[in-house]
């Protein structure tokens, strides 16, 4: 334990310590899907992330626009009042953050923290992930999923069949190729949200055997044409982090979300896919498939 980092002092997240951090959010059992070790290391570069210990609990700080500073957690036993001040205390005074917070943090430390003098909680719903009944993205059954039907059906008769493969090394350039169109159409440079998830999306990929993720293709006319990457969060739980497709071919997006969940999926109970950031067209897609339910994220301060 010596050699870890020990609070005040913060290291970036590095692909190293991916056993070390595992093994903490294991026993944690998070439901966000920030909380994997494949999250923080995609998005280390975009927010900044870096990691501490504080006796049992995980100190995660980044950077964004709405806190100067923020802190991911603590992640740890109850009891985390205490730790939670210290962490936004040092944020504030060490950095000269006048407004430091606690970002995505879970309903487990936002009841824990609620009511607690010299603390503020909100929730963000911006934050919220969309969390499906899986069977419900396989089977599409029934008129709330008419339409995705018929988007698929538009790729059956536009491009007649495709194959299905698991992520391979042979893959990801043709995956990146998709990213660099996608971005392109999207102007990603203008961007610093979409530049972050096109290095993301890069690391992910280039990464993907050994951050333990699973990923899959959809190969049309004997070309890559749509990728989507995932891994297990918890016992009844998948979390898809990265999910792309050729936006000239009808119905694509469609067919991959249903076939990465019927051939990898199908065991959980559960998909997790993420939020939505505030951003209208996404909520909307994301409401056309009917989440189950959402996994909820506040946002915790200093009062004063």
Same mark, same amino acid.
């Given at each position: 334990?010596?050699?870890?980092?020990?609070?005040?002092?913060?290291?970036?997240?590095?692909?190293?310590?991916?056993?070390?951090?595992?093994?903490?959010?294991?026993?944690?059992?998070?439901?966000?899907?920030?909380?994997? #070790?494949?999250?923080?290391?995609?998005?280390?570069?975009?927010?900044?992330?870096?990691?501490?210990?504080?006796?049992?609990?995980? #100190?995660?700080?980044?950077?964004?626009?709405?806190?100067?500073?923020?802190?991911?957690?603590?992640?740890?036993?109850?009891? $985390?009042?205490?730790?939670?001040?210290?962490?936004?205390?040092?944020?504030?005074?060490?950095?000269?953050?006048?407004?430091?917070?606690?970002?995505?943090?879970?309903?487990?430390?936002?009841?824990?923290?609620?009511?607690?003098?010299?603390?503020?909680?909100?929730?963000?719903?911006?934050?919220?992930?969309?969390?499906?009944?899986?069977?419900?993205?396989?089977?599409?059954?029934?008129?709330?999923?008419?339409?995705?039907?018929?988007?698929?059906? $538009?790729?059956?008769?536009?491009?007649?069949?495709?194959?299905?493969?698991?992520?391979?090394?042979?893959?990801?350039?043709?995956?990146?190729?998709?990213?660099?169109?996608?971005?392109?159409?999207?102007?990603?440079?203008?961007?610093?949200?979409?530049?972050?998830?096109?290095?993301?999306?890069?690391?992910?990929?280039?990464?993907?055997?050994?951050?333990?993720?699973?990923?899959?293709?959809?190969?049309?006319?004997?070309?890559?044409?749509?990728?989507?990457?995932?891994?297990?969060?918890?016992?009844?739980?998948?979390?898809?982090?990265?999910?792309?497709?050729?936006?000239?071919?009808?119905?694509?997006?469609?067919?991959?979300?249903?076939?990465?969940?019927?051939?990898?999926?199908?065991?959980?109970?559960?998909?997790?896919?993420?939020?939505?950031?505030?951003?209208?067209?996404?909520?909307?897609?994301?409401?056309?498939?009917?989440?189950?339910?959402?996994?909820?994220?506040? $946002?915790?301060?200093?009062?004063?």
């Amino acid at each position: 334990m010596s050699s870890l980092p020990q609070f005040p002092l913060f290291k970036p997240v590095e692909l190293s310590d991916k056993p070390v951090i595992d093994g903490i959010l294991r026993e944690y059992r998070p439901s966000t899907s920030e909380l994997t #070790f494949a999250n923080l290391f995609i998005w280390r570069k975009h927010f900044d992330f870096q990691w501490s210990l504080h006796r049992d609990w995980f #100190f995660i700080t980044g950077r964004e626009d709405v806190c100067p500073r923020f802190a991911v957690g603590p992640v740890g036993p109850p009891g $985390r009042a205490g730790a939670a001040r210290l962490l936004l205390g040092w944020l504030r005074e060490d950095t000269g953050d006048s407004q430091p917070c606690i970002e995505r943090a879970d309903e487990r430390l936002a009841l824990e923290l609620s009511g607690e003098p010299g603390l503020m909680v909100e929730e963000t719903r911006e934050h919220f992930d969309y969390v499906y009944l899986t069977r419900n993205l396989i089977d599409l059954a029934g008129n709330r999923y008419r339409t995705k039907r018929n988007h698929i059906n $538009r790729f059956y008769r536009a491009c007649g069949s495709y194959t299905y493969e698991e992520l391979d090394e042979r893959h990801v350039e043709a995956c990146l190729a998709i990213q660099e169109k996608w971005c392109s159409l999207r102007r990603c440079e203008e961007d610093l949200n979409l530049q972050g998830e096109w290095e993301a999306t890069r690391e992910i990929l280039v990464n993907h055997r050994s951050l333990e993720v699973a990923g899959a293709v959809m190969i049309v006319a004997s070309e890559v044409k749509a990728f989507t990457l995932g891994e297990r969060l918890g016992d009844d739980m998948a979390v898809i982090h990265i999910e792309k497709a050729d936006p000239g071919i009808p119905g694509l997006y469609q067919l991959v979300n249903q076939q990465f969940c019927a051939r990898r999926w199908s065991s959980v109970r559960f998909i997790n896919r993420e939020q939505d950031l505030g951003i209208a067209g996404l909520r909307e897609a994301k409401l056309s498939y009917g989440p189950d339910h959402f996994v909820k994220k506040y $946002r915790i301060m200093l009062e004063g």
